[in-house]
């Protein structure tokens, strides 16, 4: 009945809301209620690696693999029971009250968990990615010096997206964004010996930092406004048109906006992502996958109808819907000439990070977390095979690879999957995910989205084009040819390659969940929310679209076939001289870093280290100078007069004195015994007589 | 029946020992002297018992004991001083000053 009542609204294209229970009861209920267990025992894991893990059998990895596997469970058990009984429970626990502020009200500090669809799904791509990339890395990570310490990490990682996931108020989403911020610098920075390395988990860090200014600023107004952190009131707000959210809602959703491009790495905040392939592979798969880049568009997912309904922050889409057509076509421009094969999965990653945000906004709720929950699959899988290729080749340059079809067939197959189900070939998953996106952004190119949306819909769809070719390169590059690197390849061991096919399954089975017309659970479980999400869905497949895309992406294969297929290695060396003006601008990634590091970074740091200096050497050191004369000063007084002429004197005095008594008493001990008896007996003839004169 | 004349010789005896202990040189005059010392004290509690006459002669039985323990003290007393000559070829009290400060 549900899924008929769903057809019709489907079959009509537009807004639907699905009845939600609140209140579930009986085993939903209790599952609902004891939800908050999904971040809190990987963060446990976290602590109890930390104390005791080194001395485990396995060194802390089944304390990380239990907690995860254990959110896994949990989370697929919301997912069923969310099949069956479309539920948004919110739980509340006040932590801290600060009173009365003037014109604030009650600042109220709460945690709590929200059950919804939106978090479930997280909690879903959260729990089975993390598991599968939990049980590669601990082949992957097998002999790393800081083995257990990686583990706390990495739960420390997965923990902190499920706060953030599961939080009702903006508050703790702050804390779950931050959590996720620390885990992935210790993460990148995990083999920190390398000076890359650490400058990279700073990179990552900082860039967060900045972007992390809008979210707080988007935070802080969004509470002053309403008058609660929480965001059901927020968007209560937002439902009955609040005039005086009104009136900020566009810098309020714009400084979640730019909070979000930090985290999912849309430009011009991009340069962290390529970089935090410093860390080992597993972090890398996590992250693009499932905690970290996924938090903005996930943001933007929860905070929707702020940007949705008219007279708030819809003036925010055109530049969401821009950023992220920028983001799609110009990183997934550089991943063609990228040499790291880590490298061309993160340029890949920006580029599919881009059609989610792009999708986002056009109004596309569904479309826009479809393709998250489609991606994290077939991502995580892609930075898993080339874990193990980098594993079997010792190597993460495609040019030192080729040929490895022949010595690593399961990761071969696994790889291949991921990159056809990432190029969008019917019918697996990114298929159905990337036409829905195109779809949307042609409707919304038709319904009120004008220039921009009809503009990023053709760079969308030259995006496909360009993730084809780029993949196709790719597999070439690694698969194809001749063997060009040193050593012998060998396939990775079965703790790796499990996964792998776990994760190939996923990928290309997970896009029947959403069949536009035909088969949508995954609309139903994300709209079942508190508020409506005003969210255009695509009532059907556009056969147009569908056609124009899979065309595309055929084109981008053969066209990479074509060119790659043959002494692949040259071909990639010849793409130097064949892209003139393009090819150093690919080169430098449009010189984004050198924009930074001498624009910004190099103007500010001189003068501040110059002030620094300064303040150190006059300011702190004069004091700390002045300190120590002072100091020198006033021992030396107390030395030499208390010291030396007053303390020591009444010492010596003393001394001098029982010297000279003792000197004088001890000549009564002259050692003759008769003088001692002459003693005895005068005394004995003093008492008598006393005795007589007294008595 | 009359004490005074032993407490009179007792005191006499008393005091020529004291007298032997401060001032001769020789230990063994000095042990000699001590003895004296004790044989008053023995007559005074000899004739006390005899004057108070209590059924079971306290004052006689108390100097068999004093004359006992001057035998064990005298024997010590004795060896000690052979003991001292042989190292030192001298019995003079006055060169015993090992204990002097």
Known sequence: MTTLLGLLALAEGGEHAVE???????????????????????????????????????????????????????????????????????????????????????????????????????????????????????????????????????????????????????????????????????????????????????????????????????????????????ITDVLDAVARHDSALAAVAFWAGLGLFIGAMGKSAQMPFHVWLPDAMAGPTPVSSLMHAATMVTAGVYLVGRMFPLYQTGGMAD?????????????????????????????????????????????????????????????????????????????????????????LRRFMPSTYKTFLIG????????????????????????NDASHGGGAAATLVLVLAI??????????????????????????????????????????????????????PGVYTPFTEWLASRIHVMGDHHAGGLNWALALIGTAVALAGIAAGTRLFRRDAATQAERDRFRIPVLYPLLEHKYY?????????????????????????????????????????????????????????????????????????????????????AGALFAGAVLLVVGFLIFS | MIVNQFLVLGALLFSIGVYGVLVRRNAVLVLLSIELMLAAVNINLVAFGAYVDDAVAAGQVFALFVITVAAAEVGIGLAIVVLIFRNRSSANVDELDLMKW
Request: hydrophobic share 55%; no cysteine.
């Open chain 1, 462 to 515: 030259l995006g496909a084009f360009i993730t084809a070719f780029y993949m196709t390169r790719a597999v070439y590059l690694t698969f194809f040819g001749e063997y060009r690197g040193d050593g012998h390849p060998h396939e990775s061991p079965r703790v790796m390659t499990y996964p792998l096919w776990g994760l190939a399954a996923l990928a290309a089975v997970a896009g029947f969940v959403n069949i």
């Open chain 1, 592 to 676: 984004f870093d050198d924009l930074y590091l001498n624009g910004i970074v190099g103007p500010i740091k001189g003068p501040i280290a110059r002030f620094v200096v300064w303040t150190n050497q006059v300011v702190i050191d004069g004091v700390v100078n002045a300190f120590g004369a002072a100091a020198r000063f006033a021992s030396g007084y107390v030395y030499g007069w208390v010291d030396q002429r007053g303390i020591d004197l009444a010492i010596n005095v003393v001394a001098a004195g029982a010297g000279e008594a003792g000197g004088v008493v001890r000549k009564a001990q002259t050692g003759k015994v008769q003088q001692y």
């Open chain 1, 20 to 230: 939600v229970v609140t209140d579930p009861g009986g085993f939903v209920g209790v599952l609902a209620d004891f939800a908050w267990l999904i971040p809190v025992v990987p963060l446990l894991a976290t602590f109890a690696i930390v104390l005791v893990g080194k001395r485990l059998p396995l060194k802390g990895w089944e304390l990380a693999e239990g907690a995860i596997g254990f959110v896994a469970i949990y989370a697929v058990a919301l997912l069923i029971a969310n099949w069956v009984t479309p539920m948004a429970v919110e739980h509340h626990i006040e932590i801290s009250r600060i009173g009365s502020l003037p014109g604030l009200g009650d600042l109220v500090l709460e945690w709590g968990w929200v059950v919804d669809g939106l978090s479930i799904m997280m909690f879903t791509v959260v729990g089975v990615v993390g598991f599968f990339v939990f049980t590669y890395a601990k082949g992957y990570m097998e002999g790393d010096v800081r083995f257990t310490f990686f583990f706390a990490s990495f739960s420390l990682f997965a923990g902190g997206m499920l706060v953030l996931v599961i939080a009702p108020n903006l508050i703790q989403l702050i804390v779950g964004w931050e959590l996720v911020g620390v885990a992935s610098y210790l993460l990148i920075g995990h083999w920190w010996e390398d000076h890359d390395n650490n400058a990279a988990a700073i990179k990552a860090f900082i860039t967060n930092k900045i972007a992390d200014v809008g979210l707080f600023v988007g935070v802080i107004i969004l509470g002053i406004t309403v008058g609660s952190f929480r």
């Open chain 1, 419 to 442: 990159s056809v189900a990432l190029a969008g070939i019917f019918p697996l998953s990114g298929f159905w995910s990337k036409d829905e996106i195109l779809a949307s952004l042609s």
């Open chain 1, 315 to 403: 003036d925010v889409k055109t530049i969401i819907i821009l950023a992220g057509g920028a983001t799609l076509l110009l990183t997934g421009l550089i991943a063609l000439v990228q040499d790291d094969i880590k490298k061309v999965l993160a340029y890949s990653t920006l580029s599919q990070l881009g059609y989610m945000t792009a999708a986002m906004g056009a109004g596309a709720y569904t479309a826009g977390l479809f393709h998250l929950f489609t991606h994290a699959f077939f991502k995580g899988l892609l930075f898993l095979a080339a874990g193990s290729v980098i594993h079997g080749v010792h190597s993460n340059n495609m040019s030192d690879m080729g040929g």
